[in-house]
């Protein structure tokens, strides 16, 4: 099998195949001594990614900067979009050419949902998309993906209950998406206000997976093979009263977990507020940060097929 991966803009992981997926995850996983800094690999050496955060982030950026650091390429960008000339007026399209002519790919992340696909129809270079708005966020749920199936053994057939803001939260809806490509039993679990999009539950139910909604973790913990919390995303609420009434509505503690298999893993792709205790952290339930880990050989892994260092 041959790929295509080369040059390609990353905007939505519904534009990824099942075999393309598992494609990246086995890529990943031959990057792993040299995500871990225990082997060296400089095949990105002279490649250069630019980095567009126009949102906050700590996990996108510095993992995509470390996976061209860990392949020997160099990144450059900015976190605060307040220091760039977008304060005096420049537009997503002019800033997106104008990188071109400074890098070889580019990374975007906005508070707007589509922009990764506009940037890209400006750019001539591959455009990766790291978060548009409520939209999409694919290389988190390819980093989701690999995390399932490297701690489970496998992600067909588990049953996954996505938690928390599943209105706002971008990573749960290509993760929604992206389950469909392996076929599992998806419970949602959040207050009605902050439920799946229907779109998106009836993209899951047409493909004939199993779906169940429902606002009570407790009605379904015991069942579950993985629990992927999310954030409630504050900054997304158009009125903050509303997001005062859902505000701090789950946590997951050891109490709950009680009634949880014994492998259950709990995965967040961070940052948490209050939704997981700390006291989680401790228990062999928790894979929050072996997940945000996986950025970086999943990263290098797309990195290295999109610059086309490997096939
Ligand atoms: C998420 C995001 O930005 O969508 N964070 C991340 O990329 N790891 C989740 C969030 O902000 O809650």
Request: aromatic share 8%; hydrophobic share 40%; charged share 25%.
């Amino acid at each position: 099998m041959t790929w295509d991966f080369a040059g390609r803009d990353i905007l939505s992981i519904r534009d990824f195949s099942r075999g393309e997926v598992d494609h990246v995850l086995d890529v990943a996983r031959t990057m792993i001594p040299a995500a871990r800094g225990e082997a060296s690999d400089r095949s990105l050496q002279g490649k250069v990614l630019g980095t567009l955060f126009f949102e906050p982030s700590t996990r996108t950026r510095l993992s995509f900067e470390s996976a061209m650091n860990r392949l020997g390429g160099s990144v450059l960008g900015f976190a605060d979009p307040t220091v760039t000339s977008l304060t005096k007026g420049e537009t997503l399209a002019d800033t997106v050419r104008m990188v071109e002519s400074y890098a070889d790919a580019v990374v975007l992340r906005h508070p707007h949902e589509g922009a990764a696909r506009l940037a890209a129809k400006f750019a001539s270079i591959p455009v990766i998309n790291g978060g548009d708005g409520a939209g999409q966020h694919p290389t988190q749920t390819l980093l989701d993906l690999y995390t399932i199936w490297s701690e489970k053994g496998g992600i067909e057939g588990k049953k996954v209950a996505l938690l928390g803001d599943l209105k706002y939260g971008r990573t749960v809806h290509s993760l929604a998406y992206a389950l469909t490509l392996y076929g599992v039993e998806l419970f949602t679990v959040a207050p009605p206000q902050l439920q799946m999009p229907a779109e998106i539950t009836q993209y899951v139910k047409e493909q004939g997976m199993p779906l169940e909604s429902t606002s009570s973790l407790e009605e379904v913990i015991g069942e579950l093979d993985v629990l992927y919390v999310t954030r409630i995303q504050k900054e997304r609420f158009p009125d903050p009263t509303e997001y005062q009434k859902v505000a701090g509505i789950y946590r997951v503690n050891k109490r709950l977990l009680r009634d949880a298999k014994p492998d259950l893993i709990v995965m967040h792709p961070l940052p948490r507020v209050d939704e997981i205790d700390p006291e989680v952290d401790e228990t062999p339930h928790a894979k929050y940060f072996v997940q945000a880990f996986n950025g970086v050989p999943v990263r290098m892994a797309l990195l290295s097929l999109i610059f086309g260092g490997v096939e």
